[in-house]
């Protein structure tokens, strides 16, 4: 059973409450929660940003501003009548952001995103340096533009004195919880999505650490879900007086979220993740002993892994196709579009629009269109690109089988699965298999708040649907 969309009334909650805070890739967004997963009604709070994007392959998003959006979101949510019953406050972010912070604990650089593919020649000398095979094997990581080796030694190359100044690195929920509370802590998934944890550890990799020139003690202390950040500052309570007793827990990556919040919390369920970017998932118990050379294995506790593969361009591609192409969703009739019978005049896609991930890792790919002729239309064009989208999604599956095996459910959740329906049953032809939509809105949200009161509260939480 999927997890369906329900807003409980504060007199038939189930205490204790979490508010949880996503900062995705459009928005930050919050929302409380009670102990069997039904958020609370009162409405959620949402701020919206967007990222810095230019040709050069720059994709920033101002870390300050964020942390203003948060304070903003917990200010709404402190205020309201149920507040002091909020017992934790939990967050996640966007995953592979890093912040330079000075010795004024202010951030010194913008907040570089995943899909910030400036440092892409650094990935080419870290691939003629290292083994990438052997350092995905220990990281769960190929070496990518995503990730952070590559994106710290490119600083260092090119902005060698902000390099310099930058006493600490971290990820935007770290500096937003600095900021916020005085303190910070990376959450196991938070550091595994770097690129740099070995999996196996759940430590910092020293050779990782060597290659772009950062001492282990300028990134933070990382903490397993179940380990609370207890030491903030004093002002918390007096700027927020209904949540001066909460628990505060450590910033997780919003993939380990998604894959809990839409019920894909064991190795029989496959969480597919479509907005912005994408991803197919699979949450396994023990760290895998090997990885197949297209996936990525991040580490999120200390008996758990979340195996997958990510797609940077599903939400962004419709958007380029909207602006650049004009299509509009509400001229054309997509859905019928999609499923229409096959045509072979259907141009060919590789939609690498900002570099593929998963399955080829080509960090500087760009996308391509083949087989346009003068009777190509805009919605021929868009079939195409959503068909090419499905087919890497098809890619990390087929590889994900070779480690979890079959899979019980596929379940899908994200933006463009509510905007764009009919794009699940192409996904579920080149799959093979059903593919069952997520009705809840936000699940990342949901599992923020799950992932904090089932590491501390299990015996307190209901049974989830």
């Known amino acids: 059973m999927t997890p369906t969309d329900i807003r409980v009334k504060l007199s038939k909650a189930v205490e204790p409450f979490v508010l949880a805070i996503d900062i995705g890739s459009t928005a930050s967004r919050g929302d409380v929660y009670d102990a069997t997963g039904r958020s609370l009604r009162g409405g959620r709070v949402k701020v919206p940003h967007q990222f810095t994007s230019r040709s050069d392959g720059t994709s920033e998003i101002d870390p300050d501003a964020v942390v203003v959006e948060v304070e903003q979101i917990i200010t709404a949510f402190a205020n309201r009548p149920f507040a002091g019953r909020v017992q934790a406050v939990a967050l996640d972010t966007f995953a592979s952001s890093l912040v330079g912070v000075g010795e004024d604990r202010r951030a010194w650089t913008p907040c570089f995103t995943y899909a910030d593919s400036r440092c892409a020649n650094q990935v080419v000398q870290l691939r003629r340096e290292l083994d990438e095979m052997e350092v995905q094997q220990r990281t769960g990581c190929r070496?990518?533009?995503?990730?952070?080796?590559?994106?710290?030694?490119?600083?260092?190359?090119?902005?060698?004195?902000?390099?310099?100044?930058?006493?600490?690195?971290?990820?935007?929920?770290?500096?937003?919880?600095?900021?916020?509370?005085?303190?910070?802590?990376?959450?196991?998934?938070?550091?595994?999505?770097?690129?740099?944890?070995?999996r196996r550890t759940g430590r910092w990799d020293p050779e990782l650490l060597a290659a772009c020139g950062v001492p282990v003690e300028r990134l933070s202390?990382?903490?397993?879900?179940?380990?609370?950040?207890?030491?903030?500052?004093?002002?918390?309570?007096?700027?927020?007086?209904?949540?001066?007793?909460?628990?505060?827990?450590?910033?997780?990556?919003?993939?380990?979220?998604?894959?809990?919040?839409?019920?894909?919390?064991?190795?029989?369920?496959?969480?597919?993740?479509?907005?912005?970017?994408?991803?197919?998932?699979?949450?396994?118990?023990?760290?895998?002993?090997?990885?197949?050379?297209?996936?990525?294995?991040?580490?999120?506790?200390?008996?758990?892994?979340?195996?997958?593969?990510?797609?940077?361009?599903?939400?962004?591609?419709?958007?380029?196709?909207?602006?650049?192409?004009?299509?509009?969703?509400?001229?054309?009739?997509?859905?019928?579009?999609?499923?229409?019978?096959?045509?072979?005049?259907?141009?060919?896609?590789?939609?690498?629009?900002?570099?593929?991930?998963?399955?080829?890792?080509?960090?500087?790919?760009?996308?391509?269109?083949?087989?346009?002729?003068?009777?190509?239309?805009?919605p021929m064009l868009f079939r195409g690109t959503m068909e090419s989208v499905a087919i890497s999604y098809a890619r990390i599956a087929e590889q994900l089988r070779e480690v979890a095996g079959d899979a019980r459910q596929i379940v899908a959740s994200g933006r463009v699965t509510q905007d764009l329906p009919a794009w699940l049953q192409v996904l579920a032809d080149v799959l093979g298999a059903p593919v069952a939509p997520v009705t809840m809105k936000r699940v990342t949200l949901r599992g923020t708040a799950l992932i904090a009161w089932r590491s501390s509260h299990p015996a307190l939480l209901a049974p989830i649907p």
């Open 143 to 198: 070496l990518h533009t995503s990730y952070l080796t590559p994106r710290l030694r490119w600083l260092r190359d090119t902005a060698p004195d902000t390099f310099a100044a930058a006493r600490q690195w971290m990820s935007l929920g770290e500096y937003v919880y600095l900021q916020l509370l005085g303190v910070t802590a990376a959450g196991t998934s938070t550091a595994a999505w770097t690129g740099m944890l070995d």
């Open 221 to 378: 202390e990382i903490r397993d879900p179940d380990q609370p950040i207890r030491d903030v500052d004093q002002q918390v309570g007096r700027k927020w007086p209904a949540l001066a007793g909460a628990v505060w827990f450590p910033v997780v990556a919003d993939g380990f979220s998604s894959n809990v919040g839409a019920g894909a919390r064991d190795q029989s369920i496959v969480a597919a993740a479509v907005a912005t970017s994408g991803a197919m998932r699979v949450l396994v118990k023990k760290v895998p002993n090997n990885i197949p050379s297209g996936l990525w294995c991040y580490r999120v506790d200390g008996s758990r892994a979340l195996l997958g593969g990510a797609v940077n361009d599903v939400g962004r591609a419709i958007n380029w196709l909207t602006s650049t192409v004009q299509i509009s969703p509400e001229a054309a009739d997509l859905d019928g579009l999609l499923l229409a019978q096959p045509e072979q005049r259907t141009p060919l896609v590789l939609p690498y629009f900002t570099g593929e991930r998963s399955t080829g890792w080509a960090a500087d790919a760009q996308a391509v269109v083949a087989g346009v002729s003068a009777a190509t239309t805009g």
